[in-house]
C-alpha cells in the first residue's frame, strides 16, 4: 500500500502566497516521478509541474515563474510553492508520484486526495 497525505491548501488573495505538502509512505520499494495537477470546475484535469528522481523539473507555461516545485532529501515529500497568485490558480491541487511498490515488479500512479486552493481577485 501507497499512502499520498497533501496539506496545504486554502483562501489566498490575489497576489498571495501558498505551499503545499505531499508526503508519500508505505511500501514503497522507489518514487521516479513526484508532482502536482490541479483541476477547476467544469475543466480537465492538467499538469502542474513535476520533478524525477534526478531532480529535474518541468512546470507548466501557465505557472512558470510563479510556482516552484521541490522534494525532500528523503525523496517521499514534494513540495509546490506558488506565489504572484490568480484567481485563475484557483483549483483542486492533485498530488501525484509515479513509484514502485515493494516486491512489485512495475511503476504505478498514485494520487492523492486534493486539496482546494481557493484565489479571491
Known amino acids: 500500500q501507497v499512502q499520498l497525505v497533501e496539506s496545504g491548501g486554502g483562501l489566498v488573495q490575489a497576489g498571495g502566497s501558498l505551499r503545499l505538502s505531499c508526503a508519500a509512505s508505505?511500501?514503497?520499494?522507489?518514487?521516479?516521478?513526484m508532482g502536482w495537477y490541479r483541476q477547476a470546475p467544469g475543466k480537465q484535469r492538467e499538469l502542474v509541474a513535476t520533478v524525477d528522481s534526478g531532480g529535474s523539473t518541468n512546470y507548466a507555461d501557465s505557472v512558470k515563474g510563479r510556482f516552484t516545485i521541490s522534494r525532500d532529501n528523503a525523496k517521499t515529500t514534494v513540495y509546490l510553492e506558488l506565489n504572484s497568485l490568480k484567481p485563475e490558480d484557483t483549483a483542486v491541487y492533485y498530488c501525484?508520484?509515479?513509484?514502485?511498490?515493494?516486491?512489485?515488479?512495475?511503476?504505478?500512479?498514485?494520487w492523492g486526495q486534493g486539496t482546494q486552493v481557493t484565489v479571491s481577485s
Open positions: 508505505g511500501s514503497i520499494f522507489s518514487i521516479n516521478a
Open positions: 501525484n508520484i509515479r513509484a514502485r511498490p515493494n516486491s512489485a515488479r512495475y511503476v504505478y500512479a498514485y
